[in-house]
């Protein structure tokens, strides 16, 4: 089934920022204010809407209290060019790994930041010069106002007779980030703030070439600095990565170290910690460590257009900006997922009575079927079994299908209002959605490859489908509980974000080192933490982090 196409309104708060993308008015001649405060000065409506104090809640997928920003600060203080000997180089983009989707992108971005540190080495992010760059703009995340030069730009109108795209004719900044890095802002702890290798020896290509090499994850490069230091560089695009971790995993040769921990941000204790570890508690404790970190970064042009397009949501009307409360479901239908997790589907209603392969009531698994998630048994009940107080659950469902779900919510028993329906007799949810107007809810369009119906496409919708998309996940990744799968990326992505480290209380020997206390309770404590999270239906054992 193609998911259906949503006939929704723009809301009027996000509205103006793509009035600045996508027209060529002479307030974004004037963009000098804008670029080194955020917000320009001669925007009421913009001062009104966004308070800069916020932004740091929007840069990141967790709570920011869950961040230890300590971490960053020391290494950005430490960071010396001379501790650059020893590298991991990820390139994002060879092997069409740039055109995949939010998920698959970020899932990868984990996974090299998961190997490079386990292999003692500072992570670098390589992207590609922006006239090597398959996507008009120079990233697969579209173009923000911010990203363009204030001189030297064509209006819309003049080359409307042109087949160019009109962001064809604007000129990106020269060090505007691009590719990968227009979306995520790589942390220094893991890159020690180290530059781009070799530069004077080897171009973009060279290193292109040589991280899709069967070798590159085996075969350190050596190269010698302007400088005179020797460089070690393991140089890999996303294709050698995953084969590699997939073949080091199923050998089990991963095998935690208090190096890795430390790699990871993390204090002496911590290190202790992990170092008694393996398998899944391992890279829980891991992910945790990178978690408290604060690993996952966005770019401050993205945090501020997410959080101009959350307070226009009217979830957030409902349930407060500060500290809000609500539940989250995600709701994944597009052909591709259909076709890969097809035996999911067919033993779903194999369950639900129907035999017939060719012939199910419908190829995805019923909205309904996630509710069922939320228990009855969660709300206090009498010695009758007669539920004595009923729970009020906001819930925000994110979704390639909004139409169809929402006939089905339409269809649902029990309902109390046009949004509210009673289930188990115990939850009164209260639904709500994404109020953009998209037509599509990949990256590319309405799919991996583009538009099926040739629509054309620039940096300025491409952003704006970025931005629609990175809002979503925000929402799934700090909600109090998510429903969803591990078939998508997304719903393995989120796994992951919602992963916490959950440090025993220690009990003091007598000595003067926390290394050296013991842990006191249980005789296997558990050391990490997942946010509450309930799996519809498939697989219900994570895969690794990144896999």
């Known amino acids: 089934m193609t998911p259906s196409t949503p006939q929704r309104s723009i809301p009027r708060a996000y509205a103006a920022t793509l009035l600045l ?59 010396n060019d001379d501790k650059c000997r020893n590298l991991f180089l990820f390139l994002p983009d060879p092997q069409h790994f740039s055109s995949h989707g939010h998920g698959s992108q970020l899932n990868t971005y984990i996974m090299s930041t998961l190997i490079g540190t386990y292999l003692n080495r500072k992570v670098l992010l390589l992207e590609p010069p922006n006239e090597l760059s398959t996507f008009a703009g ?15 730009m064509t209006s819309p109108a003049a080359s409307s007779s ?43 290509n060279d290193w292109a070439r040589m991280s899709v090499s069967s070798t590159a994850m085996n075969v350190p490069i050596t190269c010698k ?26 050998d089990k040769h991963f095998i935690a170290s208090e190096r890795w921990a430390i790699k990871l941000g993390a204090t002496l204790t911590e290190a202790r910690i992990f170092s008694t570890l393996s398998n899944a508690a391992m890279w829980d404790y891991a992910m945790g460590l990178m978690i408290k970190a ?11 257009d997410v959080e101009m397009l959350l307070k226009s949501f009217d979830l957030f ?36 009575g129907h ?66 329906v009673l289930w188990n007799d115990c939850h009164e949810l209260s639904f709500y959605f994404n109020p953009t107007d998209d037509s599509s809810f990949h990256l590319n369009g309405d799919g991996e490859t583009g538009f099926s119906d040739g629509t054309e496409d620039n940096c300025f919708k491409r952003y704006h489908r970025n931005i629609a998309s990175v809002a979503d996940m925000m929402i799934l990744a700090k909600s109090r509980t998510f429903v969803g799968e591990f078939n998508s990326n997304w719903g393995k992505l989120l796994r992951s974000m919602r992963v916490r480290l959950d440090t025993p209380i220690l009990q003091d020997d007598g000595s003067n080192s926390d290394t050296d206390k013991k842990v006191v309770g249980d005789l296997n404590p558990r050391f990490s933490k997942t946010l509450d999270m309930r799996i519809a239906w498939g697989p219900t054992v994570p895969r690794l982090p990144g896999m």
């Open 21 to 79: 993308g996508v027209a060529m008015s002479p307030f974004i001649l004037n963009l000098q204010g804008f670029l080194s405060t955020f917000y320009p000065p001669s925007s009421f409506f913009l001062r009104r809407s966004l308070s800069f104090n916020d932004l740091e809640n929007y840069s990141t997928l967790q709570d920011v209290n869950d961040i230890d920003p300590s971490i960053e600060q020391r290494a950005v203080a430490n960071a």
């Open 138 to 152: 120079g990233s697969q995340f579209g173009c923000p106002v911010d990203a363009f030069e204030e001189i030297h």
């Open 162 to 204: 042109s087949s160019s795209s009109p962001s064809d004719s604007w000129k990106i900044k020269e060090n505007f980030p691009g590719g990968f890095s227009r979306l995520i802002d790589h942390q220094t702890w893991l890159s020690g703030g180290c530059p781009i290798p070799c530069a004077d020896t080897y171009t973009y």
């Open 225 to 250: 600095e302007s400088d005179g230091r020797t460089v070690n560089v393991i140089a890999t695009a996303g294709g050698p990565l995953r084969q590699y971790s997939r073949s080091k995993t199923k």
């Open 294 to 304: 604060g690993f996952l970064r966005l770019q401050p042009w993205i945090a501020r």
């Open 317 to 352: 009307h409902a349930v407060g900006t500060k500290n809000p409360v609500y539940d989250s479901i995600h709701v994944r239908r597009g052909d591709k997922l259909i076709e890969e997790a097809r035996g999911e589907v067919v033993k779903y209603w194999r369950s639900q």
């Open 355 to 420: 035999s017939d392969t060719e012939n199910l009531p419908t190829n995805y698994v019923p909205f309904a079927h996630y509710l069922d998630q939320f228990k009855k048994e969660e709300c206090p009940m009498n010695e009758l079994g007669e539920v004595t107080e009923r729970m009020k659950r906001v819930v925000y469902v994110a979704t390639d299908d909004p139409i169809v779900v929402k006939e089905e919510i339409a269809n649902l028993p029990n309902r109390i209002d046009e949004r509210k």
